[in-house]
Every structure is written in C-alpha cells, then in structure tokens.
C-alpha cells in the first residue's frame, strides 16, 4: 500500500505582499493601459506566480479594481455629520476619490471606464468592488435621514440618489475636467431641494 503524500500547505499573502502585488498591478495598468497588461506579466513584474494571483484574486479585473480600492479611505460605514447636507457631501467627496486622484490615476480610472464598456468581467469588478460599497453607504445615509424625518417621505427621487450624485462625479472625470465645487452643486442644488422640499 503506497503511503499518501504530505499535503503541500499554501501560505497566506502577508498584508505586506499582497500590497505590493496590488501596487504593481496599478503601476502597470498606468504605465501601458488595462488592456495591454497580462496576468502574467503582473507576476513577472512582483516575482509572483500566477497561480498566486489567480488564487487570490480570480481575474485581472478583480486584481486591477481591488488595487484601486485599496487606495481609498478605510471605511465609510461611520459617515455621520450629523446633518443631511454634511452626510451628502462626504458620500460625494469620498466616492469622487479614486475619480480625483493623482494624474497617473486619473488616466487609469479613465482608461478602466473605457475598458468596462467592453468587457463585462472588468464592468462586474468595478461595481461589485469600486460602485456597490459606495452605494451601499449612501443607501445606510439616506435611511438614518428618512428615519429621522429629514428626508421627505414621498421623495421619488430616493431610488436614484446613488446616480444623481456618482454620475455628473464619472461625468466630470470622463469629459469636463476637475471643478472642485461640483459636489457641493450636486448636493446643495440638486439633491437637498429634491430630498427634503415638498
């Protein structure tokens, strides 16, 4: 009887592996553009191997999206000014984040937009791990304020919140150039009148 071979026991990435993986993959995306990177080349590049990658992350645009995200503020959960106009405008600041980021990610958040229009995995990515989150804080924001009576109660614009304000935000990216004050136009213009004016 043959005796059974050891297991081989896969180590975990340390957090400080893992961020260096992220970072190249983000260093290469900028420097040749989504489409033109490989799996294989962001192992080559971090001495990784691609079983590696694949592990842990299934695919290029889960790899490339998860390393945009990790460039953003920690955690929103606890977005509380303790005002509708202040919540609103940190959901808006915060979600502009990796849209106003350094020039080098600006082109590539550019570039991945681009790109999602043609492939549907890199699309799924961005919104399960860039767009989902976001609205998910936007969503728990505009509860506590309806709870509280801030938000009319008849307001049909609740169900479209999340593309009022992530919208004219890609917008501006995509077409129109940076305006330090359009969060604060959409939130002072558009969305309080709209949430709370009968």
């Known amino acids: 009887m043959p005796l059974e071979q050891p297991r081989l026991r896969r180590s975990r990435l340390s957090a400080e592996r893992e961020r260096e993986l992220l970072d190249t993959a983000l260093r290469l995306v900028r420097e040749r ?9 962001i192992a080559a590049a971090a001495r990784a191997s691609v079983a590696t990658l694949y592990r842990r992350w299934e695919s290029k645009a889960k790899l490339v999206i998860t390393a945009i995200q990790v460039t953003k ?22 979600a502009a984040g990796p849209i106003r980021l350094r020039e080098p990610a600006t082109a590539t958040m550019t570039g991945l937009a681009r790109d999602a229009l043609l492939d ?4 799924r990515a961005m919104r399960d791990i860039l767009v989902e989150p976001e609205v998910e804080v936007l969503r728990r924001v505009l509860a506590r304020h309806a709870e ?3 938000i009319k109660k008849d307001a049909k614009v609740l169900d479209i919140v999340d593309r009022l304000i992530f919208g004219p ?23 309080l009148p709209l949430l709370t004016k009968g």
Do not use: K
């Open 148 to 150: 509280a009576g801030r």
């Open 169 to 191: 935000l890609l917008f501006e990216q995509l077409f129109a150039g940076h305006d330090p004050t359009l969060a604060e136009h959409l939130v002072d213009d558009v969305l």
């Open 120 to 123: 549907p995995e890199l699309m």
């Open 73 to 94: 503020p920690e955690s929103a959960a606890d977005i509380d000014t303790g005002s509708l106009r202040g919540d609103l405008l940190a959901v808006a600041e915060r």
């Open 33 to 41: 553009g989504y489409d033109r990177v490989t799996i294989d080349d």
